[in-house]
């Protein structure tokens, strides 16, 4: 009887959740025990070994920012490789301007739905009112570049440096163009496309190889939120926190599952099985960037998108599609205008499904985003803009939940764009195996 190697005891999902729960509990107990601070001494010999320092600033977080480091260290060579393979395949290039704008109208159009949903809701709940939460006058809130300068700054003037920065925007505009130009270069664009297949290739291997040890990472991401979360500021919050979890699982589930079901005719609950690994990856990166590798390979090799489409839709609604961060703007809206007694009128509130909507794509290259949007839809509305500061304590375990839905999106956008083109595998769609070699990766066998 050949002994089954130990990574193919469990699928990659109950690995993964393995390392979520053990992560949890691992924090929620060195809570209960230390407190958030963690600060206590435990002599060891000549020396004293502080919790704090050992396992959250130490163990925890080396481990957490060493995965998250990894899965970032791929995503630019993915997207640049994969987009200018997807791109030179293409035997009409005009083909790429309504991918676009397929595309682009697909994740307006979704994140408009979700701000509304959340407007309803929160105006139905009523998470602000009664509330007299202390507020911190001095929060200042980042500006937002002009429309304009965004459009320009998604050229790069120097492709290495914006490869080298991280800039995706600029990253997909130049891998577009040298993709176009490998298709109309004949025979040297056809050599040099074959090494870009072989790139690729190389490129998803090693992303199937930082899956398989996604678990440990998980862990040590979560052991550390958790050993530092305030549990009282969840608890003064509670309304709030709750309707947008809420509000993030009906858009997930009922939205974009009513969606693909009538875009495409594909049963949703296929769907949502297959994308849970990209789900919980996600989820504990708080990332949906560093999760592109793992949504990439997904999409390809579960749900049956080509990699001529999965290429272009995926790294821009990594970049441009934020329904979960609007529908915490939504929330965060009506939150904040009833805890400071504003009334707000319809106009207003269509101001801000508007404002809200075309800012994911003005401050998609922005660094804390999620914080400039809602400030800029505050200050549309003439609410205070320090009024986000109420809702900072609770951000890090929401901006976990709806970077999970912002990759369901993603790839449910992809499947419609792909279906719309005849791009896509019903196939692989249709099989539940579809994908488990990434769950069962020998490393006995990659060694030798």
């Known amino acids: 009887m050949t002994k089954q190697p130990s990574n193919q005891k469990f699928g990659l999902t109950a690995r993964i959740l393995i390392g979520m729960i053990s992560g949890i509990l691992t924090g929620v107990i060195l809570q209960e025990l230390f407190g958030t601070s963690g600060d206590i001494l435990i002599p060891l010999g000549i020396t004293t070994l502080s919790i704090n320092d050992f396992f959250v600033n130490g163990l925890f977080h080396v481990g957490g920012s060493i995965f998250v480091a990894s899965l970032k260290m791929i995503v630019v ?34 994140t408009a739905i979700a701000i509304t949903l959340a407007i309803l809701l929160a105006l139905v709940v009523g998470p602000g009112q009664g509330l007299n939460l202390p507020t911190d006058q001095n929060f200042v809130a980042k500006e937002a570049p002009g429309f304009a300068q965004v459009i320009i700054n998604m ?22 163009l040298f993709g176009v130009s490998m298709a109309l270069a004949g025979k040297s664009g056809e050599r040099l496309a074959a090494l870009f297949v072989d790139l690729n290739a190389v490129i998803m291997r090693l ?70 690994d990209a789900a919980l990856f996600a989820f504990s990166t708080s990332s949906s960037g560093a999760t592109l590798p793992v949504t990439m390979e997904t999409a390809t090799k579960k749900l049956g998108v080509k990699n001529s489409i999965a290429s272009f839709t995926l790294p821009m609604g990594a970049t441009l599609n934020m329904d979960g961060t609007a529908i915490m703007q939504g929330v965060a809206t009506v939150f904040i205008a009833q805890v400071f007694a504003v009334d707000l009128a319809l106009s207003d509130y269509l101001m801000v499904v508007l404002t809200a909507t075309l800012a994911s794509i003005g401050t998609a290259a922005v660094p804390g985003v999620g914080l400039i949007m809602l400030a800029m839809v505050l200050q549309q509305v003439g609410l205070p803009v320090e009024g986000i500061a109420l809702i900072i304590g609770v951000d890090r ?29 019903h196939e692989m769609f249709a099989n539940e195996d579809a994908g488990t070699e990434i769950e069962n990766v020998d490393f006995d066998k990659l060694k030798s």
């Open 155 to 176: 050229f790069p003037t120097n492709p290495i440096s914006s490869m080298a920065q991280g800039n995706m925007l600029q990253v997909i505009v130049f891998a577009l």
């Open 397 to 425: 375990l929401l901006d976990m939940t709806r970077t999970a839905v912002n990759v369901t999106g993603d790839c449910m956008v992809s499947c419609i764009v792909a279906s719309s083109e005849k791009e896509f595998d």
């Open 77 to 110: 060579p993915l997207v640049f490789v994969s987009l200018v393979v997807g791109t030179c395949s293409l035997n009409d290039t005009s083909k790429l301007a309504r991918l676009g704008g397929k595309s682009i109208a697909l994740y307006l159009m979704t």
């Open 207 to 276: 992303v199937v190889i930082l899956m398989n040890v996604a678990p440990y990472g998980v862990f040590f991401l979560l052991a550390k939120l958790f050993t530092t979360l305030e549990y009282e500021t969840i608890g003064s919050l509670i309304k709030y926190f709750f309707l947008v979890i809420f509000v993030l699982l009906l858009h997930a589930f009922v939205v974009y599952g009513s969606l693909l079901k009538a875009f495409t005719g594909l049963s949703p609950v296929i769907f949502f099985k297959k994308m849970r």
